[in-house]
């Protein structure tokens, strides 16, 4: 029995979601990796499409964590604050390539006295999302305490990082310089008018998907007895690969 809801047809990626800003971003492949085209044509993608990927929303109070979420997931805005009392999460159920893949987005409280509930949930995450607000200066200084917290729970060479201002205003610069420095990928979003909302959950789930397809072709390369298991160096990414006889479109 599948107690999964389809997926939506406005949530299908046929190609990789571009960055938003080449000076931050994970990488600026124009497409996914060869291995992970090659991967999802066979349909070698193992556990990827019956997986829920964990995807953390994180950031001060008030900076518009829920708003960013509400928008994409239920193309909602309130304009009114209401306190995240602890987490709650949303499920976006994408396919890409084809093969079907599951987000669970975590939208964690910013005040002080709910963190404690918040940070409880960090594990397990694939990617986090520092949300801050380009109107408060110090909502950009505290994204490096926001992601050292984070990053207690998780293992910082296995997640994704996003840096995201929620609401548009001066101070570009200064987050673009923050998002170098922590090896996040920058993007600039207005869950108000709904701008870049959807290209950037589109680039999360996308990037999110390449790692967990990469990580399932590593597994099962190196189980293979017999194997050569050898690194490649591709953009900042490092990709342990099988170098056994494969289809050119994966070499
Ligand atoms: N103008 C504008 N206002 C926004 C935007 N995003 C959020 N807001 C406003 O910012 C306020 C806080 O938004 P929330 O999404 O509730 O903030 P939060 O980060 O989830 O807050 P906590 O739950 O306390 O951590 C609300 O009044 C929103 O209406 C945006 O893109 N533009």
């Known amino acids: 029995m599948n107690i999964l809801a389809p997926v939506r047809r406005d949530r299908v990626l046929a190609e990789l979601p571009q960055c938003l800003r080449k000076e931050a971003a994970l990488h600026v492949r124009k497409d996914f990796h060869p291995r992970v085209t ?100 110090a909502s950009l200084e505290h994204t490096k305490q926001w992601l050292a917290d984070a990053l207690k729970e998780n293992d910082p060479s296995n997640v994704l990082l996003f840096l995201t201002p929620a609401q548009y205003a001066l101070m570009e610069k200064d987050a673009l310089k923050v998002a170098q420095e922590i090896k996040a990928e920058y993007w600039a979003v207005s869950s108000l008018t709904g701008e870049n909302v959807r290209e950037f959950f589109f680039r999360v789930a996308a990037l999110t998907f390449e790692a967990n397809v990469l990580a399932e072709l590593e597994k099962s390369g190196a189980r293979r007895i017999g194997d050569v298991v050898s690194i490649d160096s591709d953009d900042s990414n490092l990709y342990l690969t099988a170098s056994k006889k494969k289809p050119a479109c994966c070499r």
């Open 38 to 137: 090659c991967a999802c044509q066979e349909h070698r993608t193992g556990t990827v499409g019956f997986k829920i990927s964990k995807v953390i929303v994180v950031g001060d109070l008030s900076v518009g964590k829920t708003c960013l979420i509400n928008r994409f997931c239920k193309d909602t805005f309130d304009k009114n604050y209401k306190a995240t009392i602890g987490v709650d999460f949303e499920m976006e159920r994408f396919e890409v390539l084809g093969i079907p893949f599951s987000l669970q987005l975590w939208d964690t409280a910013g005040q002080e006295r709910f963190k404690c509930i918040a940070s409880t949930y960090y594990r397990g995450a694939q990617a986090i999302i520092i949300v801050f607000n380009l109107n408060a200066v």
